[in-house]
């Protein structure tokens, strides 16, 4: 990706980053939680979906992060959303 459009994704995610920097501290947290259970718990089509949405949320925040981290911070995130992904497809089959 090119530095230009790397900063117009942040441009256009900022009015987005700033609402959640005024929700509690806790409602972020509780959001992907009850993501994450609801996922686990649904199983099937909803629980695939439920999972789905939280990996693009956390591959979202890995892409916002990306610059500050270094390369074992970068490897466990990845890891993270690709275990949620691959977790949402074995629902599916």
Known sequence: MTPSSRRAVELRLGPVVVLL?????AAPFLFVLALLLGGLA????????LLLVLAALLGLLLFLAWPALDAASRAIRSAIVALVVVRAVLFLT
């Open 21 to 25: 920097s005024r929700l509690p501290r």
């Open 42 to 49: 649904a199983r099937g089509l909803l629980g695939a979906v």
